[in-house]
């Protein structure tokens, strides 16, 4: 017999995600371990549970990728430009936990296991981030005399439901475009660019309204 092949946990829950998420999650464990070449007592052993592996690999991050570009930003590009190349990146993350979230609850796995993690929920973590960021842009006098929390919820609220409406079973609706992020965020930069002549701010006053 040869020697066990050694798998490390990311390759298990890549796997374990790709076999969920293509042939449902009430497969067996057996058919995932078969998979990365390794016995079911393998996965168990690093897991515990199935629900646990179901979790683990189907869960959001407990840190959305893009939050430490978020805490950073904005940069020196155009504002609207940073919004579509950001926009694309919400819309696949958006993608991304939504088919994992969809069979979680195919599974019987609630929203208070998904809690009991303790990690604050990666949607508020989001909210924050991106509402740091419109913050830091109006200080710059990049963004208008706008709330940031609202610029925030605005674009992060679009972005979603497109994504959500695109799940809906015989919708008859496609996946998000690249073209529709762009329009998204023509019609936000329409309602939230900063005044002409406006400049930079203090922290926490937005500029003042331009005069009619």
Request: a positive charge.
């Amino acid at each position: 017999m040869g020697r066990p092949r050694d798998v490390t946990d990311e390759e298990i829950v890549t796997t374990a995600r790709r076999c969920f998420l293509a042939q449902g999650v009430h497969i067996a464990v057996k058919v995932i371990a078969e998979e990365l070449g390794v016995s079911h007592a393998t996965i168990f052993n690093r897991f515990g549970t199935k629900e646990a592996l179901l979790i683990a690999a189907l869960a959001p991050p407990s840190t959305p990728p893009f939050l430490a570009a978020l805490k950073e930003g904005p940069d020196e590009r155009e504002l609207p430009v940073q919004l579509r190349a950001l926009g694309r990146e919400l819309v696949a993350y958006f993608e991304h936990i939504g088919a994992g979230w969809a069979a979680l609850q195919a599974a019987g796995v609630g929203l208070e296991k998904l809690l009991a993690r303790g990690a604050r929920p990666t949607p508020l973590q989001a909210h924050d981030a991106l509402g740091g960021w419109f913050r830091r842009a109006r200080q710059r006098g990049l963004l208008g005399p706008r709330d940031p929390k609202v610029v925030a919820w605005t674009f992060l609220g679009a972005l979603h439901y497109r994504v959500f409406q695109a799940s809906i079973p015989n919708g008859g609706v496609g996946p998000c475009t690249g073209r529709e992020i762009d329009a998204m965020v023509d019609l936000l930069w329409a309602g939230a660019a900063p005044p002409a002549g406006a400049g930079p701010t203090k922290p926490g006053k937005p500029p003042r309204r331009a005069q009619a």
